[in-house]
């Protein structure tokens, strides 16, 4: 393992890999990961990497329609990934070890016309299936109306979750009531985990576009608010006396302005829980000289702090960013999709 990412393990920090690729899962194991997560743009990559064209052409063969491919490509991938990440599940008796499966992004596709309840139903169905029979499988729901109505019937199903795309402390609030609703007299606590998946660098972006912060603030939104939804989950778990750790997902950690190192959030949220990282944000930590200390505790100073509070509107920013972030959901899945159409018009012109 390389010296600056064992630093960053030793801070107490659990390394995620933001790829279920088999090659990323692979190199990541070496690096110390000891979970992955999953999305459509991830498997979209994949797929357009042209690594599972045997696979896509067999299931053609075997009469599948596009989005059966779909899916079975995902859940082929991740139940890879849970098996390479199995061992270490069972040796922290299902502390780390996961591997996140997202649900379908359609279902929150505006063309589609799917009603409100429409979509909470489907997340629920969606979700009984895909974690069925899987030990170390959770299941990705976004804080969408729809995925936040979902949350407590699958949490009392027993269905382990990471909610994601998070970007608000209310969001994160919500789903957090919903689940432990669901689960609270209704599932063995030994077996009771959950996971909230912060977005961090899609919040700098926003704010660097929309207002004007000093230099000490800007660039640190996304960073300050992590920071204080993590505080307030360590508050609230403190006292359920649960067996595993009900964590944050310190997500989206892939910086975006060019000059900003690639650790940047790595660095930032050292310390506690779960970061996911993009594959080259561990390889450049790995190729560092860096070595981490524990920094999740530590805030700006209170005049920065001050600014940000009067400067951002959470509400709009969330409103902002939810869209956007449904949108980057939705593309990267119609994209596999229109891969695998490409696929099947190549075979039949071919035959």
């Known amino acids: 393992m390389a010296a600056p990412l064992k630093s960053l393990i030793d801070t107490g920090t659990k390394l995620?890999?933001?790829?279920?690729?088999?090659?990323?899962?692979?190199?990541?194991?070496?690096?110390?990961?000891?979970?992955?997560?999953?999305?459509?743009?991830?498997?979209?990559?994949?797929?357009?990497?042209?690594?599972?064209d045997d696979q896509i052409e067999q299931m053609l063969a075997d009469g599948k329609d596009d989005s059966d491919i779909a899916w079975a490509l995902t859940d082929r991938l991740v139940t890879d990934a849970e098996t390479k990440f199995a061992d270490i599940h069972a040796s922290t008796n299902g502390n780390a070890g996961w591997?996140?499966?997202?649900?379908?992004?359609l279902i929150e596709d505006p063309s589609l016309n799917m009603d409100i309840d429409q979509r909470v139903q489907t997340y629920i169905d969606l979700g009984k299936r895909w974690s069925d029979g899987h030990v170390n499988r959770m299941i990705k729901v976004p804080a969408t109306e729809a995925g936040l109505r979902a949350l407590e019937p699958l949490a009392a199903a027993g269905v382990t979750l990471n909610v994601t795309l998070i970007f608000t402390d209310q969001q994160y609030r919500s789903a957090r009531e919903a689940i432990w609703r669901g689960v609270d007299g209704k599932v063995d606590p030994a077996k009771t985990k959950s996971v909230y998946s912060i977005f961090i660098s899609r919040i700098d972006v926003y704010t660097q576009k929309q207002l004007q912060l000093s230099d000490r603030a800007q660039g640190m939104v996304g960073i300050v608010n992590a920071k204080r939804i993590w505080q307030e989950n360590q508050l609230f778990w403190a006292d359920k006396h649960?067996?595993?750790?009900?964590?944050?997902?310190?997500?989206?950690?892939?910086?975006?302005?060019?000059?900003?190192?690639?650790w940047k959030y790595v660095q930032a949220l050292a310390g506690s829980d779960i970061q996911t990282n993009p594959p080259e944000t561990n390889a450049a930590v790995a190729e560092s000289d860096l070595t981490f200390h524990r920094t999740v505790d530590d805030m700006p100073d209170a005049d920065v702090l001050s600014e940000i509070d009067s400067a951002v509107d959470m509400n709009a920013m969330h409103d902002v960013l939810m869209a956007e972030g449904i949108e980057k959901f939705v593309k990267p899945q119609r994209a596999l999709l229109d891969l695998i159409a490409k696929k099947r018009s190549e075979l039949a012109s071919a035959s």
Do not use: C, H, M, W
Not at 244 to 257: M, N, P, R, V, Y
């Open 16 to 52: 995620y890999l933001d790829s279920v690729d088999p090659s990323e899962v692979d190199i990541n194991l070496r690096y110390g990961a000891v979970g992955a997560t999953s999305n459509p743009a991830i498997i979209s990559s994949i797929v357009a990497s042209g690594n599972l």
């Open 99 to 105: 591997v996140s499966f997202e649900l379908d992004p």
């Open 242 to 262: 649960l067996p595993l750790q009900q964590e944050l997902i310190f997500a989206s950690t892939g910086t975006k302005d060019p000059n900003d190192p690639p």
